[in-house]
């Protein structure tokens, strides 16, 4: 048994249990070693940005990590937008990085480069494994690095050598990783958060990191309906639990005039898994912190607390389990018909979600309507932007895809996004998974057309406006899908869309239909 | 005037012409400011690794920077592949990277990193430019350690403040960038190359960096035809001037048993900007540096001298110019018919490179035998793997073809490295590039195969063998060119394939040819 092999056995014996890869030349034993050790399911990438982007919507939905495959520093650096965006979502991911065999870098061949510094910007654990007898170590302690609350990026570069060398210190035995401290905020947190909220002043919790899934949500709604408090939660959120059923929530609007508005009132404002709001950008003259200079602010959890224990422990305190906690309605939106506007599509979205699926959202601009609509959908998952690298949306559909067996996963792209990664319908298409993208092609970068304004250029000319527009030449989304084996269509109205739509929620996947917005 | 405008205007005094961009919030007074500074055209690129790649081609081709716009940390990780190779290639390159207010860094807002840090590991100069005056001192640094020899990466990280803030300190002045220095080898050195190629011991050149280009080869050649010494090159060559009536070089084989053997039979080899052979990978039982122990090695000039000059003192060192300086006839293979095969394409492919053209290399194993056959053809340059980071080269045909109108850009492409960056072919149809691109579709990562045997797994299993075919399903070249605005065709025969090409060699472009290969 070589170390790429025991690698493998640590991760499928911890409970790594899919690696998206795009090997190269240092990563072949490895590869290798997959038909050797079972458990392992993996799935290739066209470009890094997929595997790491699927890596991100695996861990979002399947609560634990996955494994990527890559291929030295430039490999890394393809991949490190998406771990930037895993990172500030709190998912945990084990990357494990190919490098050359250790003897051979002092000679800096041209894909050398300092893997450890590419990596570390974007990590929050880098080591690199020295030889074969401690590859199996290392990995188990990647694994409990990547799952530290709330939830960590892990690199493990694995230097040829180390792989292909055979294992001689004790090769039979397979490490567990430890398993992650959960620490909840001692019993007089919790008790000075419930008098806060019982002073009958206006109180907000403000939900983040992990806590706005099912269980903390209606947690949330239980301290909610004890005590009166409003529940916000943070601007960009890995993962929402939404729909008919689910506890009410306020995501902090992202345009600094509407966040710094609804948090104008709040007298107390309580921390959970959050930190405090501030604007995504700054603007000229306008406020980079958002809430309210006489608001006090009060941290019950931090984010690598357990913040469902926490807000169980709140929940607790404030009384017995209410009667009363306030949950979505069922309610449906009318199928509208005719022409194509972003309001419609909203309302068409809104009603087609089917109960229990997992939504992607990348709709920037076109899309802005349908998070209002869908909130009382039928019962879903909304994965979103989490640190604002573009491109994600595609990428997250596969990893989600892949953990979520039985669930439609629905991509809502924008097309200047979905140009950043458009490999990953390829990936869609070989896995045959049961995803439907649906491209709103705006052919422009409106959002920044609308940052423009906003950082106080009030003219756009000829040169600026072509680096905002992307037609000339207009993309073929559908031309695009097809040539990576997506079947697709174009809605050129709103009952193409509704009929399309139909199709591809019965159909197991992938689709794409591109509905142009003009 | 702002920050952004006076960071323009200094680029733009400084020859910087060109700047390849994919912007965001932050930089939006840099892209409001092309519209009142002349003498700056912008390219738009769809993903930030086709804007880094073809500022690299650009480099290239025209022998200075071009600057590139990036959006914070994980837009310019998005373009540090393709950095990477330009910095392995030589390629000089300054990246203007917009960052948050400096006010706003510290709320550690999504988009945040550590954009030093992200840059460090790929570039040779970092400086985040403090404040609006600072702007254009800090530019003029930026382009004159780009131009360093042997040409440089330089990053310069723009915050958002430093753009939008007015210039009160002699806003009207624009610094000149300092000239780079060219240093040469003493006089000495060359009196003992001179000394060694005297001794009628088998000697080479091996020329490296900027070493390949016509002059310097042509001067190379007059010192073999003084002394007979071979002329070598490293494998991995930013630009090579080859065709008829070029001085005949050997590059190393990429192989580590065929570089064994082409650099056996050396006593003497002498460094020209190139520094001592290796492997490009480890592989066990085999050598990391390829030159006979017995060689001995004498450096001659470094990579950061000036290796035109120190050439040009060497021929003259070694006599007059000879008069039997050997070059390379044109002979030109009939054109095949029949089936497609690696070597009818190889034939066809010398047959028909007009004078002057530029060809992009990263045909990998379908290429093969492309090089040594089109040694003869007519007069073109050769721009080819520089880094190791596959997906280079439509990208590279972009910069390529705008620092070179009038000439036909031709590149020759992977699958496998074509679905790296795409989204280059919608930059050659945006801006009517003279490009043809030919893809090789051997639907698999073909090198990986064989390398995989080169590190010793002797049997590739199913699992293995899924990450290594890109086949299921078969990417459609055609549409997917098409559906970026690129006429395309499928070439099923090699009359198909001579018939497309000449049509495309007439057409102002762009244009791509999927070539299966079975």
Chains 1, 2 share one sequence.
């Not at 493998?8 to 997959?34: D, I, Y």
């Not at 809502?412 to 070989?430: F, I, K, N, V």
Request: aromatic share 4%; net charge negative.
């Amino acid at each position: 048994m070589n170390g790429a092999e025991n690698l493998l056995r640590t991760l499928v014996h911890n409970n790594v249990e899919v690696c998206f890869a795009n090997p190269g030349t240092s990563e072949m034993h490895f590869v290798a070693a997959l038909d050797r050790v079972d458990g392992m399911r993996c799935v290739l990438g066209l470009f890094e940005g997929v595997v790491t982007g699927a890596a991100d919507g695996y861990a979002r939905m399947a609560r634990r990590p996955a494994a990527t495959l890559l291929h030295l520093g430039p490999g890394l650096a393809n991949g490190l937008s998406n771990i930037h965006n895993a990172k500030r979502g709190r998912s945990p991911m084990i990357n494990v990085i190919g490098d050359h065999a250790t003897y051979h870098r002092r000679y800096d061949t041209p894909l050398t480069s300092d893997i450890e510094g590419v990596a570390r910007p974007f990590n929050d654990w880098v080591r690199t494994t020295p030889n074969s007898n401690s590859v199996a170590a290392d990995a188990a302690d990647a694994v409990a690095a990547a799952r530290r609350l709330p939830g960590q990026i892990a690199s493990l570069i694995l230097p040829a050598d180390a792989a292909w060398t055979p294992v001689t210190d004790r090769p039979g035995i397979v490490p567990t990783a430890a398993e992650p401290e959960r620490p909840v905020p001692d019993g007089s947190a919790i008790d000075a958060a419930e008098r806060i909220l019982r002073t009958g002043n206006r109180a907000a919790l403000l939900l983040g990191a992990n806590a706005t899934l099912e269980e903390p949500l209606e947690l949330a709604g239980r301290v909610a309906a004890a005590t009166g408090c409003r529940i916000l939660a943070e601007t960009m959120l890995a993962r929402t639990s939404r729909g008919a059923g689910r506890t009410p929530v306020e995501p902090i609007p992202y345009p600094v005039e509407a966040a710094v508005q609804a948090l104008h009132n709040v007298e107390d404002l309580i921390l959970v898994g959050a930190t405090t709001p501030v604007g995504f950008f700054a603007y000229p003259d306008k406020p980079s912190v958002l809430v309210n200079p006489g608001t006090r602010v009060y941290e019950l959890a931090r984010p690598d607390h357990d913040v469902t224990a926490a807000l169980e422990l709140l929940a607790d305190a404030c009384g017995p389990a209410a009667t009363n906690r306030a949950v979505m309605p069922l309610d449906l939106p009318a199928r509208p018909t005719g022409d194509i506007t972003r309001e419609k599509i909203a309302a068409l979205v809104a009603a087609v979600i089917p109960e229990n699926a997992v939504v992607v959202d990348e709709s920037i601009t076109s899309g802005a309507a349908i998070p209002a609509m869908s909130a009382t959908s039928h019962p879903h998952e909304w994965l979103g932007t989490t640190g604002g690298s573009i491109g994600f949306a595609m990428p997250v559909g596969v990893g989600a895809a892949i953990a979520s067996p039985g669930r439609k996963v629905i991509v809502l792209e924008s097309d200047g996004s979905g140009m950043y990664q458009p490999q990953a319908l390829w990936t869609c298409a070989r896995e045959k998974l049961d995803v439907l993208v649906i491209v709103f092609a705006n052919a422009k970068y409106q959002i920044l057309q609308l940052e423009m304004y906003n950082v106080g250029v009030d003219k756009i000319g000829d040169k600026a406006r072509a680096l905002l527009d992307i037609d000339r030449p207009t993309i073929d989304w559908v031309a695009l899908a097809r040539s990576m084996g997506v079947e697709a269509h174009r809605a050129e109205t709103m009952d193409d869309l509704s009929r399309l739509v139909d199709a591809a929620l019965v159909d197991p996947g992938p689709n794409l239909i591109e509905v142009p917005i003009r």
